[in-house]
């Protein structure tokens, strides 16, 4: 895990290098791919990462609109989210997301 303020240079699975902030607080945009309710993870895509990115239940902001269900927090498929992301490894993923916050309901 990168530390706060650290940038990193990622190179993704198209080659494509640039250098990004994982850990820095930046917030990028993306659309939830993937969500598996019962598990309470998921995938979001962004155009800013080559890859996509893990999201736990728990880094999922509790004041979004409409993400408690049934007292968890959930993200429903194709929803746009707002997110900060790090470079860990996860499963068979390569970033991780920090904090997620759906904008349904957001102007």
Known sequence: MLTFGSRATYLGERGGESELGY???????????????DDGWGVVESPAFDDPIWVHYSTVDPKSWGVLVGGFRHLYEGDEVELTVERAEQDEFHLRALWVKSTKGNP
């Open 23 to 37: 850990s820095d607080g930046q917030v990028h945009r993306g659309r939830v791919r993937l969500w598996h309710k």
